[in-house]
């Protein structure tokens, strides 16, 4: 058996995929992989997990590429194939583990404790409900627009405004420091 088709059968495809939709595919995952990637990582917060996601994500992709392919919106369409992957594993998570708090903060005076801020943000966001997390992530890290955001979610874009005013307002909850304005520099030289 070739290393093709047992890649085919590997990955449950019936029939195999041509050479052009096979090059297609890997110019997608060439091109894409990396912003999958940082989806993912946000929506995770774990790295392990994170490639877990983009490599499961990227099997069913594969497995349906003509049919993604022939789509208006590609990227859109394996990105959506990715939220409900990683909506699917915050339901059984919830199910099977009770939430645990890490207790690993920082005391609010330790200015070096508090260096790494975009791991506080990944833990922030990961307290958020799936929904608001994914409409959050999807704004802030994908730059999709209301629009794209409903389309991909297949909410509404009034709910969408909703879920990432609702987001928004709890995560400066967590983070008063950098959501207040910065005191004001003096503007005239000292004396």
Not at 32 to 52: I, K, P, Q, W, Y
């Amino acid at each position: 058996m070739d290393l093709a088709t047992e890649r085919d059968v590997l990955v449950g495809i019936s029939e195999p995929i041509s050479a052009e939709a096979e090059y297609d595919f890997h110019d997608f995952v060439v091109g894409r992989s990396a912003m999958l990637f940082r989806g993912a990582l946000v929506l995770t917060g774990n790295r392990e997990t994170a490639e877990d996601l983009v490599q499961e994500t990227l099997e069913r992709a594969c497995r349906k590429w003509r049919t993604i392919a022939a789509k208006d919106a590609p990227e859109a369409y394996v990105r959506r194939i990715m939220v409900n992957l990683v909506n699917d594993r915050w339901r059984r998570f919830r199910r099977t583990v009770p939430h645990q708090d890490g207790g690993d903060r920082a005391a609010p005076g330790d200015q070096y404790g508090q260096v790494d801020t975009r791991d506080q943000l990944v833990r922030a966001l990961q307290g958020l409900p799936v929904r608001m997390r994914t409409v959050v992530v999807l704004r802030y890290f994908h730059d999709l627009s209301d629009d794209e955001i409903a389309a991909d979610l297949k909410i509404s874009p009034s709910t969408v405004r909703s879920q990432l005013a609702r987001g928004i307002n709890k995560l400066r909850g967590q983070f008063p420091t950098l959501s207040s304005p910065s005191p004001q520099q003096p503007t005239e030289g000292i004396r």
